[in-house]
């Protein structure tokens, strides 16, 4: 079982930026995909997009494909999410997962992660 540690959410302004940061832990899989997704108030939860094992490979919805952008680190079991740009309707609670499978398009839903995080709140108000 993967532990998901997420941290870095907060309050920005409209157009800000904000980095969430991913800590695994236990029982690691290093070369697991890791996933971003973001559920808000009465609304399903989102897909903010994945990034393979070896972190060369990156998959965005069109919501955010521009804006975000995931990085990882795997010597340090570290994922990132750089978020700019940042619009109202970005504001949510952003969670991570991983999977030991890369995903794309319409296979990336929540079913497709087995390990999460606890989440991290954005707020993109003015």
């Known amino acids: 079982q993967v532990q998901l540690v997420e941290s870095g959410g907060g309050l920005v302004q409209p157009g800000g930026s904000l980095r969430l940061s991913c800590a695994a832990s236990?029982?690691?899989f290093t070369w697991y995909a890791r996933g971003w997704f973001r559920q808000a108030p009465g609304k399903e939860r989102?897909?903010?997009?994945?990034?393979?094992?070896?972190?060369?490979?990156?998959y965005y919805p069109d919501s955010v494909k521009g804006r975000f952008t995931i990085s990882r680190d795997n010597a340090k079991n570290m994922v990132y999410l750089q978020m700019n740009s940042l619009k109202p309707e970005d504001t949510a609670v952003y969670y991570c997962?991983?999977?030991?499978?890369?995903?794309?398009?319409?296979?990336?839903?929540?079913?497709?992660?087995?390990?999460w995080g606890q989440g991290t709140q954005v707020t993109v108000s003015s």
């Open positions: 989102e897909f903010v997009g994945v990034i393979s094992g070896s972190g060369g490979t990156t």
């Open positions: 997962a991983a999977s030991p499978n890369y995903c794309s398009g319409n296979g990336c839903g929540p079913a497709a992660f087995r390990s």
């Open positions: 236990g029982r690691t």
